[in-house]
């Protein structure tokens, strides 16, 4: 079992913080004056409530560094400083797409969320620099990532994202079914809880209750097989340990 298809996974579910959220350590100050700057354009602009509340219309395109979100409608709340873009939200980034009905943004909160028919695709042929696992992964073919929501926290010490609801991913034969999927960057791992069924086409499968990705260690534990009786553990490991000479 390859590492490589739960870190596409974990692309999916983070790849639109890029926009909302500019971290401290993962940018230069030259890198975020180049991302911080954001075009928005729509076919129409009013406010209401001593302009506290302000709508966008008529279709709207919000554009920063290279990326770019496409929907028909967006309301700003100026005093929560709240952001509301709804129906078909389309974003995209170089090599990635992800839609839903709707996205809220919570700045102030660090948090944030995908709602309703939430589809991502990330395309054969991507590259991301100093990520090698990913990009070999990559060449494997696209990997494809649904649910009905999607939630992300943002900040130094609380980076994480839930897939909520039907989550599935695929790659090429490769298939994952799981009912909540969870990301933490600390501790990197993978969580998903819930009729979890994973595997491949050439027979390669699992079905448990819980499944736990550690990445740095590149280990699976998973436990409550529910259709072989009682509770059961087991651990995966995902790469070949060298045999003691």
């Known amino acids: ?18 926009m909302f959220a500019l971290q401290d350590s993962a940018y230069s100050e030259e890198e975020k004056r180049k991302l911080i700057k954001i075009i ?8 209401e409530n001593d302009a506290k509340i302000i709508h966008l219309g008529n ?18 709340y100026t005093d929560s400083k709240v952001i509301e873009i709804s129906g078909n939200v389309n974003f995209t980034r170089p090599g990635s797409k ?35 696992k990913m990009n ?12 009905d929501a999607l939630e992300f926290y943002w900040g130094t ?3 994480m994202a839930i897939a909520k609801g039907n989550v599935k991913a695929n790659q090429k034969d490769k298939y994952l079914y799981s009912d909540v999927v969870t990301y933490t ?9 819930g009729n979890i ?16 990705l550690y990445i740095e260690e590149e280990r699976i534990h998973a436990e409550g097989l529910p259709y072989q009786g009682g509770l059961l553990q087991i651990e995966l490991p995902l790469k070949k340990v060298k045999s003691e000479k």
């Open 59 to 76: 279709g709207i395109k919000i554009e920063q560094a290279g990326m770019a979100l496409n929907a028909q409608e967006g309301v700003y």
């Open 157 to 159: 010490n609380n980076t």
């Open 98 to 132: 992800i839609r839903g009905d709707k996205v809220i943004v919570y700045p102030d909160r660090q948090f944030g969320a995908w709602k309703g028919h939430v589809e991502f695709l990330q395309e054969k042929g991507s590259s991301t620099p100093g990520k090698d």
């Open 136 to 147: 070999k992964a990559l060449k494997e073919g696209t990997v494809s990532l649904n649910c």
């Open 197 to 212: 069924r994973l595997g491949n086409e050439k027979g390669v499968n699992l079905s448990c209750d819980r499944l736990t």
């Open 1 to 18: 079992m390859k590492i490589g298809f739960y870190l596409l996974i974990i692309t999916a579910m983070i790849s639109f913080l890029t």
């Open 40 to 47: 928005i354009s729509a076919g129409r602009l009013w406010g």
């Open 185 to 193: 960057e600390k501790p990197q791992k993978l969580l998903l809880e």
